[in-house]
């Protein structure tokens, strides 16, 4: 029998291309929990993006299944280890779409910046206000990236760019490497109280999961502008909404929601508050990479062969 390629999530059609001769390549709405149950039954290998969740009960639903594809970075929404236990390989995509995200943060932090998105959503119901509008600029500024990773390091040069003072907290990274970049590593406590920015870039993992919660808002620079284009749920979105309020933090800039999809949040509700859909890694060039990456895995997996690293 041909094995069965599920595809639970939009996957680049180059990615299909590379699949489609050898495989019977099925597609189900990840998100359609009972359906995705029902489809797992006969799949040999599943890919998927950050909507559809492979845990345990998925893992046990799919009998054939040799292989969970993850068509981007993180594997939050996979579990790991009930797959390994069942002996699923899990291969994911970790450099596919990390100069697209890293370039989504900085467009965030810019427009909460220079009020972008108000102002232009304000110009087209008609209102030409410009002092309303004033915003700041990021040279001279101070900048703290948490997590230096491979997108927290994109971000960083980038940012190096626009004269910021770097600064940034990754208990697992060495001051050298960072001290390479430009970055002075710190403590959680000191980034918190330095910046005029502050740029997320974590996992999400049950340790960075409300990092920056009710308490540690309390300490920031006031006006601080944070943008989390990693993960929701990292930065507790009920207590950020009462610091927006409060004026402490000055703007928010958000790719990810602890709730996704979702089309109401508390924090909707801010002017200087700059809200998409989960787009980091949506551009033409991450998902071309994210998606001939995982075929390629899940190809060479299906058919017994060495899978490199991605
Ligand atoms: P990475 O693993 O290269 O970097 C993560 C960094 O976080 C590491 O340096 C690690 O040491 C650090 N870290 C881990 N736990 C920490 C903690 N408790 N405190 C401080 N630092 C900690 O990952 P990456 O490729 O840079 O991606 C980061 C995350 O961005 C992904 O896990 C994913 O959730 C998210 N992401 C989002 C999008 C999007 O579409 N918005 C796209 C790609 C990735
Ligand atoms: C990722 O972790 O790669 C991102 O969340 C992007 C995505 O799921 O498309």
Do not use: C
């Not at 597609?27 to 006969?42: K, N, W």
């Not at 970790?94 to 304000?122: D, G, K």
């Not at 309020?245 to 949040?265: C, K, M, Q, Y």
């Amino acid at each position: 029998m041909t094995p069965v390629v599920l595809i639970a999530e939009e996957l680049a059609p180059a990615a299909i291309d590379v699949l489609a001769y050898d495989f019977d390549v099925r597609h189900v709405d990840g998100t359609d929990r009972p359906a995705l149950l029902a489809a797992l039954a006969e799949a040999d290998a599943v890919i998927v993006r950050s909507a559809t969740r492979i845990d345990a009960e998925a893992v046990a639903a799919a009998p054939r299944l040799k292989v969970v594809a993850r068509a981007g970075v993180g594997l939050d929404n996979v579990d790991v280890p009930a797959a390994t236990a069942r002996g699923v390989m899990v291969v994911n995509a970790p450099t596919s779409n990390i100069v697209s995200a890293a370039e989504q943060a900085i467009a965030l932090l810019l427009s909460v910046a220079r009020h972008t998105s108000a102002a232009s959503a304000a110009l087209k119901r008609g209102e030409w206000k410009r002092a309303k509008y004033t915003g700041v600029e990021v040279q001279g500024k101070t900048v703290g990236v948490v997590g230096l990773g491979r997108i927290g390091v994109l971000f960083a040069q980038r940012m190096a760019a626009f004269g910021t003072r770097l600064i940034a907290y990754d208990p697992y990274i060495q001051p050298a490497r960072a001290a390479q970049l430009g970055v002075r590593l710190v403590g959680l406590d000191e980034l918190l109280r330095e910046s005029d920015f502050i740029s997320i870039h974590l996992p999400r993992t049950p340790e960075t999961l409300g990092l920056i919660g009710e308490k540690e808002l309390a300490t920031v620079k006031p006006g601080v502008r944070i943008i989390n284009a990693a993960r929701g749920g990292l930065v507790d979105e009920r207590a950020l909404a009462d610091a927006l309020a409060e004026g402490r933090v000055g703007g928010a800039g958000l790719d990810v929601f602890v709730t996704e999809p979702t089309t109401e949040s508390p924090l909707f509700a801010f002017d200087n508050v700059v809200v998409t859909p989960h787009l980091g890694a949506s551009t033409a060039e991450a998902q071309d990479k994210a998606g001939l990456s995982v075929a390629r895995s899940v190809k060479l997996a299906l058919q017994g062969e060495f899978v490199p690293d991605a």
